[in-house]
């Protein structure tokens, strides 16, 4: 079932870690997955901008030192050193040009709001529905839809512009979504009005 029209004006495009350390194959952590899914993020970005609807990137971004002193969550033993600050890797994909009016967060786990300004920033706006997009389906991208569904956002997540390491991960991750926290579409279902 095709969801609602999306108010452009109550509704954001959260577009996660689309970047070259992910999606480009010279990344350290390139997922086929990743690189398929900018096509269709891309369309997406046309669409909404289109639109007049905000558009938001997420960049996870961290310092060499993040992990040094951690207890127990450690990025880097499970998935080595990546995105480290200011390398090419941690950079969105040229494919997905940012936009002078989008915004970018910069975010050091796999959670989009936790400890950056991105809650403030969508609240301040009136921003209520968001298309969520990006990579990995499992990870990042699941654990930002679903602390937005716990912060009363709508989270809308849409299926063929999500990249995983393995079909299976997206499929799981999509189905978790659907039944707990959020809604599943494809982009050519969604419509702005």
Known sequence: MSPDPFDPERTAVIVVDMQNGF?????????????????????????AREAGTQVVFTRDVHPPEQFEDAHYYDEF?????HVLDGSWEAEI?????????????????????????LDGWLSARGIDDLLVCGTLANVCVLHTAGSAGLRDYRPVLVEDAIGAIDPDHREYALDHAAWLFGEVTRREEITFE
């Open 93 to 117: 994909v040229e494919d997905l040009a940012v936009e002078p009016s989008d915004h970018v967060v910069e975010k050091h786990t796999y959670d989009a709001f936790y400890e950056t300004e």
């Open 23 to 47: 999606c480009h194959p010279d990344g350290s952590l390139h997922a086929p997955g990743s690189e398929a899914a900018i096509d269709d993020v891309s369309a997406l970005l046309d669409d």
């Open 77 to 81: 033993e499970r998935w080595g050193e």
